[in-house]
C-alpha cells in the first residue's frame, strides 16, 4: 500500500477495503520506525491527525467524499496550520502555534486530506541540503550518509521513505524540485500565482510558490487541484480559470503520444559544471523522449549563469524585511536577558536565527542600502527581466523545455555546509524558472552510482496541464518513479 | 565593492542582530565570497532594461472596504514571548503587547 | 540682517474608510487595546495585504480636488526600519511612484496688524498612500511591568494619505493658513474627519531660514507630529527665532527632526540626521501597481461634492452675494449645505446668508458648536425667513423666535402666534393709532414742522411703542410722513 498511487489509494478508500484511519496508522507506524533516523517530520500531533482520518471515514461513508479524502499527507512546516506548532525550521518560532490555516492547509482540509504532520525544512526555508535547519539535517533515505536537498527536505524524504502518501513543499530557488532530484520523486514548482501564498511564511515573495511532492505526475495532479485556485487574500493570486490537471493523462498511454511535441534542450544547461553521470541520465532520458514521439530541438537561455547572483540579490533582499517582523515582541522568540528595545532586538534576533538566515538578512540588508541599491537591486531586477525574456524566445521554438534538475547527485551531509558559494550553485538549473515565474518540475529519470538523478521540466506560463501530461508519457514507459529505497538494509534501523 | 568590517557591524545594526568581533570576521569572509558571486551581474550592460519586480504584468486587486476581522486578542496574545529579564510572565499586560520603555 | 523663513508641510491625514489600508480590521477609534488588530495589523508570519478600495477613491478625490496629475500606475514600497509599533519591520507606503503627483491649492491667508489679507497658491508636491503604525502606550502603572512601554497595534495599518507641499511657504501664518485649509479640504471631500484630537489630521513642518533676498535653502529642522493649529503657529514661531538666533551667534544648523513640547513652548531635537534611519526602500513584492485609470477618476469625480472654489463663484453668480459672503459660506461644507439647504427651502439668499454668517454663526461660536448641530434647522430658519419676508413680523420680532427655537421650540408660526409678535398692517388701525399717537404729542409734531427731523424718527418710535411693536415699520412711516404732511 505504501508505495500506490493516490488513485490507487482513493479507490481503497472508496471501496471499503481500508479506513482512512487505517491507512493513517500505518503510515505513522512507519513513521515511528524511521523518522527517529530521517527526521522527516519535526511536529507530530497523532490525536490531531488520527480525528482528521475519523471524520474523513465519515465523509467517505455519507458519499461526498473527493478524490484525496481520507488520504494521509505530509505537510512542509512552511504553512500555518491552526493549533500545530509551524517553526519554519527555526528557533525563532520553536514554540509558535498557529492561529489560524494557511490558504494550502484549507484546501487539503475542505477536500478531507488528512495532515501526518509538519515537516523538517532549511531554515525560513533558506538552503539546498536541509542542513540549516534549527531541528537537524535529514537524511536521504537512499542514502543516509548523503543530504536529502533543501531547502524541502523533510517532505522529500518523507515522500522517497514513504513515510507519507505525498506531500507539499514550496520552491523559491528550486526547494522542490532540487530535492525531488536528489530523492528521486516527482515534484513540480507551478506558475507564481497559481497557488496562494496567504499563510505560507515568506521567504522571497516574488519568487516562493507552494507545490505538490509525490511519487507520481499523475499524484502532482491530483493534488495541484487542491492546491491551485484564486485566493483573494493573496494579491498576487492568479485569478485563472480552474483546470483539471489530470484531464490529458489518459491519453498518454497509445503510441508516440508526444507525437508534434517540441522539447528545447537549453545548451547552457549541459555545460559545465554539470556532472557526467548526471548527464548521461538526462541524455538517456531525453532518448526515450524522442521514443514517444516527440522532437528535440538546441535552444539557448544565455543568461542562465546570471540567475545564481540576480537571485542571491533579490531573495535575501526580500528575506531581510520579511524576517523583520521575527523581533521578538508579538511571539516568537525573545532574549532572556536584554538591557533596552534595541539590545532586545539585536539579542532575539540574534539568538533566534541561524548563521545562514543571519547571512541573507546581512547580504539583504547590504544590497538595499543607501548607495547601493541600484548597483545590485535595481540591477538584479533588470537581469530578471532578461532571463524572463530568454524563456520567452525559448517558448517560440519549443512547447517544453527539458534539462538536469541539479548538476550532481545527493551529496554527502557537511560536504557544502560551510560553503555557501559551493552551495548556490546547487540551484544553477532551477533558479531562472522561479525569477520568470515559470512551472518548473523534476521527476526521476534513474540513477547514477545508487543515487538518483531529476529531469527537469520547464514549461510556459499555466501550463501545469502540459508539463504533467509529457511526465507522465514518460512514467507510462518507464518505472524510475516506482523506485523505492530499502529501508530495511542499513544496520540499526530498526 | 569590496566590504569591509565596519560594513559588517554597520548592516548587522540596520538589520538588529547582534554581533561580536568574531562573528564579525568570520561573516565578513563568507559575504565577500557571496558578493563576488554577485558582482558577475555587473559584466552586463543593461542600460534601458525595465527593472521586473512581478514576473506576471498584473494590476493590484482592490478589496471592498468592508470588516471582515473579528477580535481575536485573547488566541493571538496566547502565543506572546516571555517577558525575559527574570520574569516568566507572558510580555502582555492589559491587552498590550510589553517591550523595553519607548523613549522618543 | 534680514531672514527669511521657508516652510513645507507633509500632512498624514487618516483616510475616512471602514477597515485597514491591507486587511478587513476595522478603524474604529476608541477600541480596547489590540482588540481590532488582526492577524495582518500584528503581522502574524504568513500573512499578506490586499489594498482598501476605498483608500484608492479616497487619494483619487484629493487629486482630483487639487487639480493633480493622478499616477496610471503608482506603486507600494517598503520603508524599513525597527520600531515596536511597526508590527512588520517595515511600512508600506509609496515612494518612488505616488499615487498623486503635482498639484495646488489656494489660502487665504488673514490679515495680521497693519498686513493686509491676502491670497496665494501653495504647490502640493505629491500625496501617497501608506499604513499607520500602532500608539506605544507609557508610563504603565502596574508595578510588576515597570520600565516597559505598552504597544496597541489597533492603529496600526490605517490608511493614511501623506501630502506633501513645495516649500512655498514664508511664515507660521502661510503655514497654519495653509493647514486649516487643507484640513478643511480633506473634510469637504469627506476623506477624513479631521478630528485633531484623535490624530486624524498630524502636521509634520520642516522649517528653515535664510538671508531675505537669498536663493539658497537654509538646513531644514523637521518639527514632528503637530496636532493643533495653535501649536503649529508657536512652534513655527519658536523654530523660527531659535534658528535664527542660532545662525546670529555664529552657530550652524544641523538637519535633524524635532519636537514641540507645549508646555514650554519650545522645540527639542529627538533624532540627528547622523542617527537617521537608512530605510531601504524597495517595490512591495506582495502588491501590484496600483493603476487608476480614467475611467475611475471619471467615477470618482461623479461622486465628488462641487468643490469650494466653485461653490463660491456660483453662489457669487446665482445669489449675488459678494465675494467676501461667498467665502465665508464655501469656508465649511457644512456651512455651505446649511446655507443652500435654507435658500433651497425657499429663503432669498441674501437675508438667508446676512442670518447664517450673523444670528446663527453667532449663536454657534458662543455655545461652541459646529453647524451640523445647531438647534434651529436649516428649514426652520427658511420659514422664519419667509415670515419676515411676507410681513407677518418685523426683523426684531423674528429675533425673538429665532431665540425660542434655538431654546428648542419648533413651530415659527407657533412661536409668533404665542408671542403675539404678529405685524399689524391693517393701514385703517395704524391710521388711527397714529393719529392718536399725534394727539397725543403736539410738542413733538412743533418741532418738526419746525424742521427737526429728528422728531420723525421719534414718532415713529412713539407709533412702534403705542403698536408693541407689531406694527409693520414701513406702513408706519408712509403713513406718519402723509399725515404730517397736511
Not at chain 3, 471619471?298 to 467676501?324: N, Q
Not at chain 3, 429663503?347 to 461660536?365: E, F, H, I, Q, R
Amino acid at each position: 500500500m505504501i508505495n500506490s498511487s493516490l488513485k490507487t489509494l482513493s479507490q481503497m478508500l472508496a471501496k471499503k477495503e481500508i479506513s482512512s484511519v487505517e491507512m493513517t496508522q500505518t503510515f505513522l507506524n512507519r513513521i515511528h520506525q524511521f523518522n527517529p533516523t530521517i527526521n522527516a517530520y519535526i511536529a507530530l500531533d497523532e490525536a490531531k491527525t488520527l480525528a482528521q482520518a475519523k471524520a474523513a471515514d465519515a465523509r467517505i461513508a455519507a458519499g461526498n467524499a473527493e478524490p484525496l479524502t481520507g488520504i494521509p499527507f505530509a505537510q512542509k512546516d512552511i504553512f500555518c496550520a491552526k493549533g500545530w506548532r509551524t517553526t519554519c525550521g527555526s528557533k525563532m518560532l520553536e514554540n509558535f502555534i498557529a492561529p489560524y490555516d494557511a490558504h494550502v492547509i484549507s484546501q487539503f482540509d475542505n477536500a478531507g486530506a488528512v495532515n501526518l504532520g509538519k515537516t523538517n525544512m532549511d531554515e525560513f526555508a533558506m538552503g539546498s541540503s536541509n542542513e540549516t535547519s534549527y531541528f537537524g539535517g535529514v537524511k536521504n533515505p537512499w542514502n543516509f550518509d548523503r543530504v536529502p536537498g533543501g531547502s524541502s527536505g523533510g517532505s522529500a524524504a518523507a515522500v522517497a521513505a514513504r513515510l507519507c502518501a505525498a506531500a507539499t513543499g514550496t520552491d523559491t530557488g528550486g526547494s522542490i524540485r532540487q530535492p525531488a532530484s536528489l530523492c528521486g520523486f516527482t515534484g513540480l514548482k507551478p506558475t507564481y500565482g497559481l497557488v496562494s501564498r496567504y499563510g505560507m511564511i515568506a521567504f522571497a515573495s516574488s519568487l516562493d510558490q507552494a507545490g505538490p511532492m509525490a511519487k507520481s505526475a499523475e499524484d502532482c495532479a491530483m493534488m495541484l487541484n487542491v492546491m491551485a485556485g484564486f485566493d483573494e487574500r493573496d494579491s498576487t493570486s492568479l485569478n485563472h480559470p480552474k483546470e483539471d490537471y489530470t484531464r490529458g493523462l489518459a491519453g498518454m498511454s497509445g503510441d508516440k503520444p508526444l507525437k508534434g511535441l517540441k522539447i528545447g534542450l537549453p545548451k547552457e544547461y549541459f555545460a559545465d559544471g554539470l556532472d557526467a553521470g548526471v548527464a548521461k541520465v538526462v541524455q538517456d532520458a531525453i532518448v526515450e523522449y524522442r521514443k514517444l514521439g516527440a522532437e528535440t530541438v538546441e535552444i539557448s537561455l544565455p543568461n542562465t549563469k546570471l540567475s545564481i547572483p540576480v537571485y542571491y540579490v533579490l531573495a535575501p533582499a526580500e528575506a531581510s524585511s520579511n524576517l523583520s517582523r521575527y523581533d521578538g515582541v508579538r511571539y516568537g522568540h525573545r532574549a532572556a536577558e536584554y538591557t533596552d528595545l534595541t539590545d532586545m532586538y539585536c539579542k532575539s534576533r540574534a539568538e533566534g536565527f541561524g548563521a545562514e538566515v543571519k547571512r541573507r538578512i546581512l547580504i539583504g540588508t547590504y544590497v538595499l542600502s543607501a548607495g547601493y541599491y541600484d548597483a545590485y537591486y535595481l540591477k538584479a531586477q533588470q537581469i530578471r527581466h532578461l532571463i524572463a525574456d530568454d524563456f520567452k524566445q525559448a517558448f517560440k521554438e519549443c512547447d517544453i523545455i527539458m534539462g538536469p534538475t541539479a548538476p550532481s547527485t545527493a551529496f554527502r551531509a557537511g560536504e557544502k555546509a560551510d560553503d555557501p558559494v559551493a552551495m548556490y550553485l546547487q540551484d544553477v538549473y532551477t533558479i531562472a524558472t522561479n525569477l520568470a515565474g515559470l512551472p518548473g518540475m523534476s521527476i526521476p529519470a534513474g540513477f547514477d552510482k545508487g543515487l538518483p538523478v531529476g529531469l527537469q521540466l520547464m514549461g510556459n506560463y499555466f501550463d501545469e496541464a502540459r508539463m504533467l501530461d509529457v511526465a507522465h508519457a514518460y512514467q507510462q514507459v518507464t518505472d524510475w518513479h516506482l523506485q523505492m529505497p530499502d529501508l530495511k538494509a542499513p544496520e540499526g534501523l530498526k | 565593492m569590496a566590504l569591509n568590517i565596519t560594513d559588517i557591524k554597520r548592516i548587522a545594526h540596520l538589520a538588529r542582530l547582534e554581533i561580536n568581533e568574531q562573528e564579525a570576521a568570520a561573516t565578513l569572509t563568507k559575504l565577500s565570497g557571496i558578493l563576488g558571486l554577485i558582482e558577475q551581474m555587473q559584466a552586463i550592460d543593461t542600460t534601458g532594461i525595465t527593472p521586473m519586480s512581478h514576473s506576471q504584468d498584473v494590476v493590484q486587486r482592490l478589496r471592498e472596504d468592508v470588516v471582515t476581522e473579528t477580535n481575536q486578542r485573547e488566541a493571538f496574545q496566547k502565543i506572546a514571548p516571555v517577558l525575559g529579564n527574570g520574569s516568566a510572565k507572558q510580555a502582555v499586560d492589559g491587552g498590550l503587547y510589553l517591550v523595553p520603555q519607548v523613549i522618543e | 540682517m534680514e531672514w527669511e523663513v521657508v516652510i513645507g508641510l507633509e500632512t498624514h491625514t487618516q483616510l475616512k474608510t471602514n477597515t485597514k489600508i491591507f486587511s478587513g480590521a476595522s478603524t474604529a477609534f476608541g477600541a480596547e487595546p489590540n482588540t481590532q488588530a488582526c492577524e495582518v495589523s500584528i503581522a502574524l508570519p504568513g500573512v499578506l495585504p490586499v489594498l482598501n478600495k476605498q483608500a484608492v477613491e479616497c487619494a483619487i478625490k484629493f487629486g482630483l480636488a487639487v487639480n493633480a496629475e493622478i499616477a496610471r500606475r503608482s506603486v507600494f514600497a517598503r520603508k524599513n526600519y525597527f520600531y515596536p509599533d511597526l508590527p512588520k519591520g517595515y511600512q508600506i507606503s509609496q515612494y518612488e511612484l505616488p499615487v498623486v503627483g503635482k498639484g495646488a491649492v489656494t489660502i487665504q491667508v488673514p490679515a495680521v496688524g497693519k498686513n493686509a489679507a491676502y491670497e496665494k497658491v501653495i504647490n502640493i508636491t505629491r500625496a501617497h498612500l501608506e499604513e499607520d503604525a500602532g500608539k506605544s502606550v507609557h508610563g504603565l502603572s502596574n508595578q510588576s511591568i515597570e520600565g516597559m512601554s505598552g504597544i496597541d497595534l489597533n492603529r496600526a495599518g490605517t490608511p493614511l494619505l501623506e501630502i506633501v507641499t513645495e516649500p512655498d511657504m514664508r511664515s507660521a501664518a502661510e503655514a497654519v493658513a495653509y493647514a486649516k485649509k487643507l484640513h478643511e479640504l480633506v473634510q469637504w471631500i469627506d476623506i477624513c474627519d479631521g478630528n485633531m484630537q484623535e490624530g486624524s489630521f498630524r502636521c509634520d513642518v520642516n522649517v528653515s531660514v535664510r538671508p531675505k533676498g537669498t536663493e539658497k535653502l537654509g538646513t531644514r529642522r523637521e518639527i514632528k507630529n503637530l496636532n493643533s493649529f495653535k501649536f503649529m503657529q508657536q512652534a513655527i514661531e519658536y523654530e523660527t527665532r531659535w534658528q535664527i538666533e542660532t545662525l546670529e551667534d555664529g552657530g550652524t544648523i544641523h538637519q535633524a527632526t524635532v519636537l514641540f513640547n507645549p508646555d514650554t513652548g519650545e522645540t527639542r531635537v529627538m533624532r540627528s540626521k547622523e542617527e537617521a534611519n537608512d530605510y531601504r526602500y524597495f517595490p512591495d513584492p506582495d502588491l501590484l501597481p496600483l493603476e487608476v485609470t480614467e475611467a475611475d477618476k471619471a467615477r470618482v469625480k461623479a461622486e465628488m461634492p462641487e468643490l469650494p472654489e466653485v461653490m463660491k463663484a456660483r453662489f457669487e453668480a446665482e445669489y449675488g452675494l459678494t465675494s467676501y459672503d461667498a467665502s465665508t459660506l464655501t469656508s465649511s461644507r457644512d456651512l455651505a449645505d446649511y446655507f443652500v439647504a435654507t435658500v433651497n427651502a425657499g429663503a432669498d439668499a441674501k437675508p438667508a446668508a446676512n442670518w447664517v454668517m450673523g444670528s446663527v454663526s453667532a449663536k454657534l461660536n458662543a455655545e461652541d458648536k459646529p453647524i451640523n448641530a445647531s438647534p434651529v434647522t436649516a428649514l426652520q430658519l427658511a420659514q422664519l425667513l419667509k415670515r419676515i419676508n411676507d410681513n407677518t413680523i418685523s426683523n426684531n420680532a423674528a429675533k425673538q423666535v429665532f431665540e425660542a427655537m434655538w431654546a428648542g421650540e419648533v413651530d415659527v408660526d407657533a412661536i409668533i402666534e404665542k408671542l403675539g409678535l404678529k405685524q399689524v398692517s391693517d393701514s385703517g388701525a395704524i391710521e388711527a393709532m397714529i393719529d392718536e399717537v399725534l394727539a397725543a404729542n403736539p410738542a413733538m409734531v412743533a418741532e418738526f414742522k419746525a424742521g427737526k427731523e429728528k422728531a420723525f424718527n421719534a414718532l415713529v418710535g412713539q407709533a412702534m411703542k403705542a403698536s408693541k411693536g407689531k406694527a409693520n415699520p414701513a406702513q408706519v412711516n408712509e403713513i406718519l410722513k402723509k399725515k404730517l404732511a397736511n
